[in-house]
């Protein structure tokens, strides 16, 4: 948290409220939230936000200046934010990055993060290039259903960790993919290789359709999420499973709410969501 649709609703609000900025300033409050760049700080001082991208949870401004091109990629898996000056300044000593601008429609942007570590990059078109190579796979959003089921028919690992493991679909994280399964009725430990093929495309089709959704819900506010202008995201009531281990099934299947605790917690209906065997070729 945040995952891709949180991602994606705070690369749109900064897109149309930040594009055509000029950053006057950069505050760096610790010097290792700065993953890698950090000598190149300077070359963004008077450079223009000419975009704002996402790629899986991260956004990235894209900064243009005299012809050449840097990006601030602002990873936001876990507990990162991009906060605008309306969003509430909650234990401010977390604020670790800030952009002072001029010429939008807002006067600064910062990065916010409690973790203590680098969750931003500074990076030149090379780096850019090499830092989503090794990171980001398929964008579960523009992924065709065949490059969906290829990855899948040839994936022994288990349903749940596959759709979370970035380098493979870049954006799912733990509260997606409960919800995705759930209401696709298949196990988190299902073995990807073994599903049966005739339920790929309603797999593929739900997948989008949980994160579409999401996204025009504004995401899913759970611990400290909100949007960058300080909005929370309103899918969390669309939750099924995620979190509610011992409620009934909302199929009303008689079922009660199940929590395995693997790397991460899997949320699911044992009668619902039965681990299936593919005995034939289909
Ligand atoms: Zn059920």
Redesign the pocket.
Known sequence: MPELPEAEVAARQLRQRLVGGKICDCWVGRDDIVREGLQSLPWYRSSRIEGVERRGKSVILVCGRGGERRYLAAELGMTGLLLLPSAPAKHPQHTHFRLFLDGCAEPEVRYWNPRRFGRLLLLDQAGLDRYTGRRFGHDPLTMSFDEFQALLLTNRSRLKSLLMRQQAIAGIGNIYANEILFRAKLHPNQIANRIQIARLPDLYGTMQAVLREAIRMGGSSVRDYFAPDGTEGRYKRQHLVYAKAGMP?P?Q?G?TIRRSVGERSSFY?P??QRIGRRTTKK
């Open positions: 099934c199929n299947c079922g209906c009668n619902c």
